[in-house]
């Protein structure tokens, strides 16, 4: 019997212990988790920001490096959503409507840090899109750029892009600086569309609105003309490779003279051992980029909401945005704070052309970023099947559209 | 033994049963139902899920559905994955079974590659695939091949990087060392007898090993092909996401899709419903054809 009662005594101190592990301790700091993609910790420099102006909060990262969305939708549905999630544009509203997360509008409106009339015109359609209610707030946000190489170009005798660009420039630039031995290619003009953001960026520039104010594809004549373009730089001038897909990038390995990728390259491009440069996407009928963001938005099982706010709220001032900037190098949605250039993190070689960091906010719009990712991402596989010789133009505009318009209609 | 004793007994061999068959209820039979009953229901895993009938079912077999076309990536990959596993561990573990020395070496360096994360090995073949970076091609330009493939890119040579890389998967390596163990247990008294009648290695393999393995060689392949379509999508989701334009998107895939990307539970779990009954049915077939070539004798 003694053996029993000690057991169970035992049982008792050690469960004790496992409750006692389990919460935050009532006189110290509240630790509160936040999600983010990409391989981030808390040694981040606007994490150890806010934590020297902030003693009663601490910050615990959960990063998420891939398949983001996938994960942080498991983990709401699991009940093990971080504090604070870091949400893309398709999964706010699905998160709003079904009250996983918090409605900020009361948070916003007291707030003294927060200027939601500082932000750029393209946010206003997107923190709006869940019946009035504000339930996120954009963190920072990115689009697409032009980047060259300017050794090859100047090996080559050309001039440098300009922000001013059309396809046919770009098309001509890349003829003259495709190097051939034999029957091999030893240079190319133009780099493969490895980001398919890119596809969606070119047909807003051939005049389609690629998603209409109902959510719906609206991709037509301008998808037809991207497509008839890329195949003819691709199969006819050949002077930009078939896509590949994977782990390689040309433009990095000094086999690319242009690539076109999202400002999130400029950091990655840093230690590159060539002169590069930036430009706005060359225009076809109009300039346009796809633009990116994600939203801090409070998980509404959070035991700490109050704490989680005092982060956003700090984040989104703007000393906090000033950090994210330098952090991520990309521009605030915040008018006032984008204009001092916080995310102008120059490499090594480049680049210079900092302006075409402003071409976002007057010809960016947030498009196919408001679908669902699966359907946009197979749209791109099929995309690149046109240039692959596998499906023709036709079919991926009479049969491929309309079956992803099926599917986002599905998910309604 | 009464009948008081004869109740303990079978009562202690349920209770030994008890925890494997509670793991079953749990863990498989369980899941099985809920994949059932979910599949006549619309839910996004967030709101409530709402009783739809058969609708899932329609959709998939309706025009325009994705579902046929990974039917038939499906088929392909687990014939390619199949054929290439057993023939590749066949061949190997016929090669182990010579005489020579270090031979512990060999079947060391033969195995090694299968108790890779088939993930890692995916990545790693993808870029030994690259078109313009990676080391297949490269090799090809140096012997003067110009013409390189798109391995990852083209709607035929995607099949052949697939059954390439399968070679190097847990499932070849595991049939290699119950082929090898299998040629062991081959008495050696048949070998003798068809040597005398002066049989040459190749009629000794085809006539003596053959049919003496033929249950292993049966077994193989009934659990590779479980294996081919339930573990197609580790190595295909990394390596090819499913493309070039759909060409690889194996069931499994388009069952992931619709969970976790699409986030439509009912569509997925009517996808794994029609995949458990073509795994079981392809299984059923596979042992009743067998009757014929395998000699258990």
């Not at chain 1, 009250?99 to 015109?121: C, E, K, Q, T």
């Not at chain 1, 060539?274 to 990116?292: E, G, K, N």
């Not at chain 1, 915040?334 to 302006?355: D, E, F, I, L």
């Not at chain 2, 409530?48 to 038939?72: A, D, H, Q, V, W």
Request: contains cysteine; glycine residues 8%; aromatic residues 14%.
């Amino acid at each position: 019997m003694k053996k029993i009662f000690a057991l169970c005594f035992l049982l008792a101190v050690a469960v004790g212990l496992l409750a006692a592990c389990g919460n935050d301790d009532a006189d110290g700091p509240v630790t509160i988790r936040f999600s983010m993609w990409d391989t981030v910790d808390e040694s981040a420099s606007f994490i150890q920001a806010f934590h020297a102006v902030q003693d009663d909060i601490r910050i615990e990262i959960v990063s998420i490096p891939e398949d983001y969305s996938t994960v942080i939708n498991t983990m709401v549905i699991g009940g093990t959503a971080p504090d604070v999630i870091l949400a893309w544009e398709v999964d706010m509203p699905r998160f709003a409507a079904n009250g996983n997360i918090l409605r900020l509008n009361d948070r916003i409106n007291a707030s003294d840090l927060v200027r939601m009339d500082d932000f750029m015109a393209a946010v206003d359609g997107i923190t709006d899109v869940t019946g009035g209610g504000l339930y996120g707030i954009p963190w920072v946000y990115a689009g697409h750029f032009l980047y060259f190489n300017k050794d090859m170009f100047d090996a080559a005798g050309i001039p440098y892009p300009t922000d001013n660009w059309t396809w046919d420039d770009m098309a001509a630039a890349a003829q003259a600086l495709t190097i051939r031995d034999g029957a091999s290619t030893t240079q190319w003009g133009l780099a493969p569309i490895d980001f398919g953001g890119i596809w969606y960026s070119m047909i807003g520039q051939a005049g389609d609105a690629v998603v209409d104010a109902n959510m719906n594809l609206s991709m037509g004549p301008g998808l037809r003309r991207t497509l008839e373009f890329m195949y003819r730089l691709t199969n006819e001038y050949q002077v930009t490779p078939q896509p590949g897909g994977g782990l390689g990038d040309l433009f990095a390995a000094g086999m690319a003279a242009m690539t076109r990728q999202g400002n999130w390259f400029v950091p990655g491009y840093a230690d590159v051992p060539f002169r590069w440069d930036i430009v706005p996407l060359p225009r076809d009928s109009r300039a346009h980029t796809a633009l990116h963001t994600g939203f801090f938005t409070i998980n509404a099982q959070s035991d700490h909401p109050e704490e989680a706010w005092t982060f956003i709220e700090w984040m989104m001032s703007y000393n906090g945005q000033r950090e994210l900037s330098q952090f991520s190098a990309n521009p605030s949605a915040m008018m006032s704070v984008a204009a001092q250039g916080y995310h102008r993190v120059a490499g090594q070689h480049g680049p210079t052309n900092w302006g075409a960091f402003d071409y976002f906010n007057h010809y960016g719009a947030f498009t196919f970023v408001l679908l669902n990712s699966s359907v946009t991402g197979n749209l791109v596989s099929q995309f690149d099947s046109v240039l692959l010789g596998i499906n023709s133009i036709d079919h991926v505009i009479n049969v491929e559209i309309p079956a992803a318009q099926r599917e986002l209609d599905a998910l309604r | 033994m009464n009948r008081a004793e004869r109740m303990k007994n079978n009562l202690a061999a349920y209770g030994f049963l008890s925890p494997w068959f509670i793991g079953f209820l749990l863990f498989t039979g369980g899941p099985i139902i809920a994949s059932l009953v979910l599949s006549l229901t619309r839910w996004n895993l967030l709101s409530p899920p709402e009783f739809i009938g058969f609708r899932n079912y329609i959709t998939m077999f309706s025009p325009g559905s994705g579902f046929l076309n990974s039917l038939r990536a499906t088929l392909i990959y687990t014939v390619i994955s199949v054929v290439v596993s057993v023939t590749a561990s066949l061949f190997m573990a016929t090669l182990l079974n010579f005489r020579l020395k270090f031979m512990g070496f060999f079947q060391f360096c033969f195995f090694i590659p299968a108790v890779m994360p088939s993930v890692a090995l995916a990545f790693v073949f993808q870029l030994i695939f690259n078109q313009h970076l990676g080391i297949l091609n490269y090799g090809l330009s140096v012997i003067g091949i110009a013409a390189q493939p798109n391995w990852l890119n083209d709607t035929f040579w995607v099949w052949v990087s697939l059954g390439i890389v399968t070679i190097f998967t847990y499932s070849t390596g595991q049939m290699m060392l119950i082929f090898n163990a299998a040629f062991k247990d081959v008495p050696q008294h048949l070998y003798e007898a068809a040597d005398i009648e002066g049989a040459n290695y190749v009629q000794r393999f085809w006539h003596v090993t053959m049919p003496y393995i033929s249950p292993i060689i049966l077994f193989n392949v009934v659990v590779g092909t479980v294996n081919s379509f339930n573990t197609a999508f580790s190595i295909v989701f990394p390596l090819t996401g499913g493309g070039p334009a759909n060409e690889t998107t194996v069931l499994s895939l388009e069952l992931y899709n619709s969970a976790f990307r699409m986030f439509n539970m009912g569509m997925a779990s009517a996808i794994a419903t029609v995949l458990f009954i073509i795994v079981a049915t392809v299984g059923a077939i596979q042992f009743r054809v067998s009757k014929k070539l395998v000699h258990y004798d």
